[in-house]
């Protein structure tokens, strides 16, 4: 396929100038994302399926991005400890008012980093960071909203029993968790 790709159907196809043994998406106007390997060896899928797709071989960026993650949480739970206890000293009014306002205001970066920055780029502040991405197998673009908050309450819920969406990673052949297989979507390293 040329770069023009006139007429051509939405797909998964080589584009000419990307490294030999990739594909990218093509929309059916243009090229979509950055290319990613093809599965196997074989033909990149016309199908529009990601078939070719790979997940992320090497844990240590997922495992890095998570951290930063989570680093982040972290440190604006601690700094709102710090400053509620400060508050709470000078009127306690006040600080059980801020550790509500600060409460919110974490649970809304978390709603903004995992659901709205995943589902519409599908990366996290941590995935982007290490330049991994979260796509959906079917089109290889980011999930969309609905999906990314699928995947963090089946992730939730597949983590709490015993961690196994997180040691379905070491499993897996394709290195995906086990709410990335059953939500059809996977982690790419661009």
């Known amino acids: 396929m040329t770069d023009s790709g006139a ?4 797909g998964w196809y080589y584009a000419a100038g990307d490294p030999p043994g990739t594909q ?12 990613q390997p093809v599965g196997g060896g074989g033909a990149a899928s016309t199908d529009g399926a990601a078939t070719g797709l790979k997940s992320s071989t090497e844990y240590g960026p997922r495992f890095i991005g998570f951290l930063i ?20 000293a000078i009127s306690d009014t006040l600080g059980g008012l801020v550790l509500f306002l600060g409460w919110l205001g974490i649970l ?3 709603i903004y980093n995992y659901i709205y920055l995943q589902g519409t780029e599908g990366q996290t502040i941590g995935k982007k960071q290490q330049n991994t991405r979260l796509i959906s197998d079917e089109t290889g673009q980011p999930v969309g909203i609905g999906m990314a908050v699928a995947r963090y309450f089946l992730g939730g819920f597949l983590g709490s029993i015993c961690l196994l969406d997180y040691i379905w990673i070491f499993i897996d052949e394709e290195n995906r968790r086990l709410s990335d ?6 982690v790419v390293q661009e």
């Open 181 to 186: 297989k059953i939500l059809t979507m996977r």
């Open 108 to 110: 809304g970066f978390s």
């Open 69 to 88: 993650d989570w680093g982040i949480l972290i440190g604006l739970y601690i700094a709102l400890i710090i400053v509620v206890a400060i508050l709470s």
């Open 24 to 35: 990218r998406y093509w929309d059916g106007t243009q090229w979509q994302g950055a290319p």
């Open 7 to 10: 007429g051509q159907p939405a």
